[in-house]
């Protein structure tokens, strides 16, 4: 029985992608065959795609973490759910299992109930979204009402998801982007203060909002020389999360400043936290628990079709988006 699927036969980029008939893949021990009804992308797939991704692929490959469907097969040993279930996948590290087609097996460790609430677009953009936020501001900050919060790049996905943990805590959101573009969709999406970093000065817009006080936690995807432009404006005992790499691999800390805030950064990533049992159930739990509520619902920026997929990948690399790209394979 044959699906189609995102394949690619060597390193290149978007334009090694290509939509194939392939054969219809069958559940091992622990799997589940998931019916894909929609599916998100992320910037780690390009990376993935160039060979630039600590995971190496094994050619030719799919690629893909992110997607909500209807369980079709059910492999040995899976517990806890069964055929017909409606369930959306945690991305989690691996190189085996490529969901970005009409029919994928995940392991069924992580994957999570698709909520009644959500629409298939928002269920296959929750768990990437939220649990990358949720370790490092629910559980190692421990994020409180009086806290400032500093997001920068808040326009994507990850970024979303922070703001929305942050104002359910009742936390003050100060966010960035690099220009005036996005800023009315930023404050649309909850944040209290928008900077945008090409235009103004980011340490004195912090120190503005805060009083003086400055930020107690910063959650950072761009990294490099930007660790700079606010280490001025760190509050006393500041957590700072750097989660991605926009600016390079290589932080640039100024350790003077630091230790003058008594600062601490943490190089974070959400697979460290997820592969134990106890901390990912918790995790999911905590924003089921919400979204039962109507709240933490992902914000979906625009869903193409699964023939425009590979449109959909070069949509990403033009930056524009607000939210989750998803493409729809119904």
């Not at 040995?76 to 190189?95: S, Y």
């Not at 628990?289 to 619902?297: A, C, M, P, S």
Request: no cysteine; hydrophobic share 45%; glycine share 8%.
């Amino acid at each position: 029985m044959k699906t189609t699927a995102l394949q690619f036969h060597e390193a290149g980029g978007v334009d090694a992608l290509r939509i194939e008939e392939i054969e219809r893949p069958k559940p091992s021990p622990g799997e589940v065959l998931i019916d894909v009804k929609a599916f998100a992308l992320n910037r780690a797939d390009i990376l993935y795609l160039e060979d630039n991704h600590y995971s190496v692929a094994s050619l030719p490959s799919g690629l893909g973490s992110e997607a909500a469907g209807i369980i079709e097969a059910i492999g040995a040993g899976v517990q806890g759910f069964k055929v017909g279930d409606r369930v959306a996948t945690i991305p989690h590290a691996n190189t085996t299992y490529g969901v970005h087609a009409q029919h994928a097996v995940f392991n069924a460790d992580y994957i999570a109930p698709w909520s009644d609430r959500l629409s298939k677009e928002e269920a296959t953009s929750t768990w990437m979204e939220m649990l990358t936020a949720y370790y490092p501001l629910i559980e190692t900050a421990k994020l409180k009402p009086e806290d400032y919060i500093l997001i920068p790049a808040a326009s994507s996905s990850a970024g979303l998801g922070a703001i929305a943990l942050a104002k359910d805590i009742g936390a003050t959101v100060i966010a960035t982007t690099r220009t005036s573009k996005k800023t009315a969709d930023i404050f649309a999406s909850g944040a209290d203060y928008v900077v945008a970093t090409d235009e103004e000065d980011l340490t004195a817009r912090i120190m503005e909002a805060t009083s003086g006080a400055g930020v107690r936690v910063v959650y950072d995807p761009i990294g490099g020389d930007f660790v700079d432009d606010y280490a001025e404006a760190l509050g006393e005992n500041a957590l700072v999360f750097i989660y991605g790499v926009l600016r390079g691999l290589h932080a640039q800390v100024d350790i003077v400043k630091m230790v003058r805030k008594a600062a601490t950064v943490f190089p974070y990533s959400l697979f460290n936290h997820i592969r134990h049992e106890d901390q990912r159930m918790r995790g999911v739990n905590y924003v089921l628990e919400r979204q039962e509520k109507g709240l933490l619902v992902p914000k979906v920026d625009r869903v193409f079709s699964f023939d425009e997929a590979i449109e959909a990948y070069r949509y990403m690399l033009k930056g524009n988006q607000v939210g989750k790209i998803v493409v729809s394979t119904e």
